[in-house]
């Protein structure tokens, strides 16, 4: 018993001092993301205006870093600052459209499948069904 106490210590020691760095280092993470006014973008803390509604990105457009998540981006100016900058959380409504016929196209395609599958089954039952009628007359 006593030689398992030091080593039930040792690893309960690593487990704490694990944990104090990983701590310190989401605590640090926490102090980068807290950035300064000026590099926030302006449209999370000003009212703003949409000056070009959301499009899919140009050629040019794909070296903003704005652009690459979505593929869509939008161009707003800041009412309080005057900026103008991009905004990439925009979706446009061809897009929503064509996801919604998508999921509908998919919905159906699986809805005739599994008609088609029931239907199978049902044939198939009915005729062993038939079958076992068939067999029964035939023995009396």
Same mark, same amino acid.
């Given at each position: 018993?006593?030689?398992?106490?030091?080593?039930?210590?040792?690893?309960?020691?690593?487990?704490?001092?694990?944990?104090?760095?990983?701590?310190?280092?989401?605590?640090?993470? /926490?102090?980068? $993301?807290?950035?300064?006014? +000026?590099?926030?973008?302006?449209?999370?803390?000003?009212? %703003? !205006?949409? =000056?070009?509604?959301?499009?899919?990105?140009?050629?040019?457009?794909?070296?903003?870093?704005?652009?690459?998540?979505?593929?869509?981006?939008?161009?707003?100016?800041?009412?309080?600052?005057?900026?103008? /900058?991009?905004? $990439?959380?925009?979706?446009? +409504?061809?897009?929503?459209?064509?996801?919604?016929?998508? %999921? !509908?196209? =998919?919905?159906?395609?699986?809805?005739?499948?599994?008609?088609?599958?029931?239907?199978?089954?049902?044939?198939?039952?009915?005729?062993?069904?038939?079958?076992?009628?068939?067999?029964?007359?035939?023995?009396?």
């Amino acid at each position: 018993m006593a030689p398992a106490r030091p080593r039930l210590c040792a690893v309960l020691g690593l487990l704490l001092c694990g944990l104090r760095p990983a701590a310190a280092m989401a605590a640090a993470d /926490e102090r980068r $993301s807290e950035s300064p006014a +000026a590099a926030t973008a302006c449209w999370r803390v000003e009212d %703003f !205006v949409v =000056a070009q509604e959301c499009g899919p990105c140009s050629g040019f457009q794909m070296t903003v870093p704005e652009c690459s998540p979505t593929g869509f981006v939008e161009r707003i100016n800041c009412a309080g600052s005057g900026r103008a /900058e991009f905004k $990439s959380s925009c979706r446009s +409504a061809r897009v929503e459209a064509r996801g919604f016929w998508r %999921f !509908v196209g =998919a919905a159906l395609a699986v809805a005739a499948v599994a008609a088609a599958l029931v239907l199978g089954r049902q044939r198939v039952l009915d005729r062993r069904a038939l079958e076992k009628v068939r067999k029964q007359m035939e023995s009396i």
